[in-house]
């Protein structure tokens, strides 16, 4: 990859490989137990490519469902930085539980969503719209 905090590439393929239809795998560089945010924005980034490819090819009205997975895990990747790493704007703090994947907005986690601020769900919801 071309960013800075990104693995360098190892192989690229555009041989279907189960449900890919394309793969790129990354040489890491350093240990992966502890990542930057800026290290997670450029694997985001680079995730997105394949999508981004096919819109500069085809164009927006020949997109095609090969980056599904890549969406699902830059989702996942973007809303753990919001509610689980503190990386947002929201401030330094974890909104959901490492074990569980339950999120936790205020009040008892055992009383269920209705004890959820609706303020601060929205406002990961507005983290997650880069």
Same mark, same amino acid.
């Given at each position: 990859?071309?960013? $800075? %905090?990104?693995?360098?590439?190892? $192989? =690229? !393929? &555009? ?5 890919? $239809?394309? &793969? !790129? ?9 502890? &990542? %930057?945010? #800026? ?6 980034? !680079? ?11 085809? @164009? +927006?009205?020949?997109?095609?469902? *090969?980056? #599904? ?6 989702? /996942? ?5 919001? !509610?689980?790493? *503190?990386? %947002?704007? =929201? *401030? ?8 569980? @994947?339950? =999120?936790?907005?205020? @009040?008892?986690? %055992?009383? @269920? #969503? ?9 406002? =990961? +919801?507005?983290? /997650? +719209?880069?």
């Amino acid at each position: 990859s071309v960013l $800075k %905090s990104h693995d360098e590439v190892e $192989k =690229i !393929t &555009l041989t279907p490989r189960g449900g890919a $239809k394309g &793969l !790129t795998w990354f040489t890491p560089t350093e240990d992966q137990s502890l &990542l %930057s945010r #800026s290290a997670l924005l450029a694997r985001i980034i !680079t995730t997105l490519g394949g999508r981004a490819a096919e819109q500069v090819v085809f @164009g +927006d009205p020949e997109v095609t469902t *090969g980056a #599904s997975s890549d969406l699902q895990q830059v989702t /996942n990747l973007a809303r753990q930085m919001v !509610t689980r790493f *503190g990386m %947002s704007n =929201i *401030g330094p703090i974890a909104l959901e539980d490492e074990n569980t @994947g339950q =999120i936790f907005l205020g @009040g008892n986690m %055992s009383q @269920g #969503s209705e004890a959820f601020a609706e303020n601060i769900a929205d406002r =990961i +919801d507005d983290e /997650n +719209d880069y």
